[in-house]
T-cell receptor, first 115, second 112 residues
């Protein structure tokens, strides 16, 4: 089966600019996650969707970050305006559901550099 | 809140050496525990998992045992290969919800 697709793989922007990342999960996976991985740190959950509804966005900086999954399939994560500390790899993952038995499959990530 | 602590890295070993990467956790209840591996340029992949105390997860020669008494889930491999060079992440999932909490990762380099 095809994996989790993410684009772009790399993006360089200046602070205060905006950026958007796209994720297409594995077909049939109801649960989609966005994680932020800062260099030298483990991934941190930003937001979790179940179909097109938000399950957990408690760690999403809502003043500048937004995410949507309008049709319950692919998703977009936006940052506006970007700050230097947003430089990180943004990982998308998906799973069949959110029970303990469901394994997360991760995409290769989108690396953001904010100058 | 929940947290995962991994041994300070990076770790450099010669081929066929024994590997241990320490992982301890803090959590309420009875979380599930995981090891993920990230090869260069690739996404995180599940390596192994354990869902209850004393369970042993194993895959590709790697093993880890869920020790509730020491709140640990150390990763071991008896004989590492150059192809094992990657970043290894310990993680936990609470009994309710599906959020994964990751440790900071340990870079493993295996030299021939």
């Amino acid at each position: 089966e095809a994996g989790v697709a993410q684009s772009p793989r790399y993006k360089i922007i200046e602070k205060r600019q905006s950026v958007a990342f796209w994720c297409n999960p594995i077909s049939g996976h109801a649960t989609l996650y966005w994680y932020q991985q800062i260099l030298g740190q483990g991934p941190k959950l930003l937001i979790q969707f179940q179909n097109n509804g938000v399950v957990d966005d408690s760690q999403l900086p809502k003043d500048r970050f937004s995410a949507e999954r309008l049709k319950g399939v692919d998703s977009t994560l936006k940052i506006q305006p970007a700050k230097l500390e947003d430089s990180a790899v943004y990982l998308c993952a998906s799973s069949l559901g959110d029970s303990l038995a469901n394994v997360l499959t991760f995409g290769a990530g989108s690396r953001l550099t904010v100058l | 809140g929940n947290s995962v602590t991994q041994m300070e890295g990076p770790v450099t070993l010669s081929e066929e050496a024994f590997l241990t990467i320490n992982c301890t956790y803090t959590a309420t209840g009875y979380p599930s525990l995981f090891w993920y591996v990230q090869y260069p340029g690739e996404g995180l992949q599940l390596l192994l998992k354990a869902t209850k105390a004393d369970d042993k997860g194993s895959n590709k020669g790697f093993e880890a045992t869920y020790r509730k008494e020491t709140t640990s889930f150390h990763l071991e491999k008896g004989s590492v290969q150059v192809s094992d060079s990657a970043v290894y992440f310990c993680a936990l999932k609470e009994t309710s919800g599906s959020r994964l909490t990751f440790g900071e990762g340990t870079q493993l380099t295996v030299n021939p």
